[in-house]
């Protein structure tokens, strides 16, 4: 897989240089897929490459702390997402990419609505999939606490993928990060309420498709209804069958790409 230097990102600010790892597939205009929280391995692309591949050149980095991109420690900081859409941001100017499609899974959708936010010159459109909105998600807060702890409860080919897209000593610790963020995150959220965004998702105006599934379990009460509030002339769409991974889920991966291919298409 290609790498490419970033003489600084501020997602791992430390460090200098940067590695970034990527994946390339096809041609065409770039579509760039931006992994969840714990990286790429355990929810692949593989259908959406298969299915778009001839219409989009696809790119799909590994953030600095996953996978093979340099390796960060300690605890991530509480704007890890908007350090993230910066270093997305240089990923693109590095490969000279003035413009792109977003597609963003969970954590990456968070990034890739404040690259809409930050720089709508550089997005066609977004895709945000599995899309958190809420800063506290008490629904979910066991399941962070349990993993942060005992990584080795995941079953064991959840733990293999990990293993594989990480290293099999590294993938507890991106875990844990990831895991514990969350929870100070909700700590220090002011009101319930509080959002990602510090109230400005409604300035998105890159056009935006919101995927998301039917059976979420990372989604809070109410969540999507904020969503729609917030940006009502957004295009939202569940897949009855989808969990948090529509894209790689055997029972919702068709609905996905389908709904995704239609809202590409209507695109100037």
Same mark, same amino acid.
């Given at each position: #897989?290609?790498?490419?230097?970033?003489?600084?990102?501020?997602?791992?600010?430390?460090? /200098?240089?940067?590695? *970034?790892?990527?994946?390339?597939?096809?041609?065409?205009?770039?579509?760039?897929?931006? @992994?969840?929280? +714990?990286? $790429?391995?355990?929810? !692949?692309?593989?259908?959406?490459?298969?299915?778009?591949?001839?219409?989009?050149? *696809?790119?799909? !980095?590994?953030?600095?702390?996953?996978?093979?991109?340099?390796?960060?420690?300690?605890? #991530?900081?509480?704007?890890?997402?908007?350090?993230?859409?910066?270093? /997305? *941001?240089?990923?693109?100017?590095?490969?000279?990419?003035?413009?792109?499609?977003? +597609?963003? @899974?969970?954590?990456?959708?968070?990034?890739?609505?404040?690259?809409?936010?930050?720089? !709508?010159?550089?997005?066609? =459109?977004? *895709?945000?999939?599995?899309?958190? $909105?809420?800063?506290?998600?008490?629904?979910?807060?066991?399941?962070?606490?349990?993993?942060?702890?005992? !990584?080795?409860?995941?079953?064991?080919?959840?733990?293999?993928?990990?293993?594989?897209?990480?290293?099999? /000593?590294?993938?507890?610790?991106?875990?844990?990060?990831?895991?514990?963020? +969350?929870?100070?995150?909700?700590?220090?959220?002011?009101?319930?309420?509080?959002?990602?965004?510090?109230?400005?998702?409604?300035?998105?105006?890159?056009? /935006?498709?919101?995927? @998301?599934?039917?059976?979420?379990?990372?989604?809070?009460?109410?969540?999507?209804?904020?969503?729609?509030?917030?940006?009502?002339?957004?295009?939202?769409?569940?897949?009855?069958?989808?969990?948090?991974?529509? @894209?790689?889920?055997?029972?919702?991966?068709?609905? =996905?790409?389908?709904?995704?291919?239609?809202?590409?298409?209507?695109?100037?």
């Amino acid at each position: #897989m290609p790498t490419l230097e970033l003489l600084h990102s501020p997602h791992a600010p430390e460090l /200098t240089p940067v590695t *970034i790892n990527y994946r390339e597939f096809g041609r065409g205009k770039p579509l760039v897929f931006l @992994h969840g929280g +714990w990286g $790429y391995g355990v929810y !692949p692309a593989d259908r959406q490459i298969e299915a778009f591949k001839n219409e989009f050149r *696809i790119l799909i !980095p590994d953030r600095s702390g996953y996978g093979h991109s340099t390796r960060v420690t300690g605890e #991530m900081p509480l704007d890890f997402h908007r350090r993230a859409a910066a270093e /997305t *941001i240089a990923f693109l100017d590095a490969l000279g990419i003035e413009r792109a499609v977003l +597609w963003g @899974h969970s954590d990456g959708a968070v990034i890739s609505a404040m690259m809409g936010l930050a720089e !709508p010159q550089r997005c066609e =459109c977004l *895709i945000l999939e599995a899309f958190h $909105y809420l800063r506290r998600k008490p629904g979910s807060r066991s399941f962070f606490e349990r993993f942060a702890a005992h !990584p080795e409860d995941l079953g064991e080919e959840t733990k293999n993928l990990l293993a594989e897209d990480h290293g099999e /000593t590294r993938w507890p610790t991106v875990l844990r990060r990831n895991c514990e963020v +969350w929870f100070r995150l909700a700590d220090q959220a002011q009101r319930p309420e509080e959002d990602l965004y510090g109230g400005r998702l409604g300035d998105l105006a890159v056009p /935006t498709l919101f995927l @998301h599934g039917g059976l979420d379990p990372r989604t809070e009460p109410g969540e999507l209804e904020r969503v729609r509030s917030a940006l009502p002339q957004a295009a939202l769409r569940l897949i009855a069958n989808g969990k948090h991974s529509p @894209h790689s889920e055997e029972a919702a991966f068709e609905d =996905c790409n389908a709904i995704a291919r239609e809202f590409l298409r209507n695109q100037p």
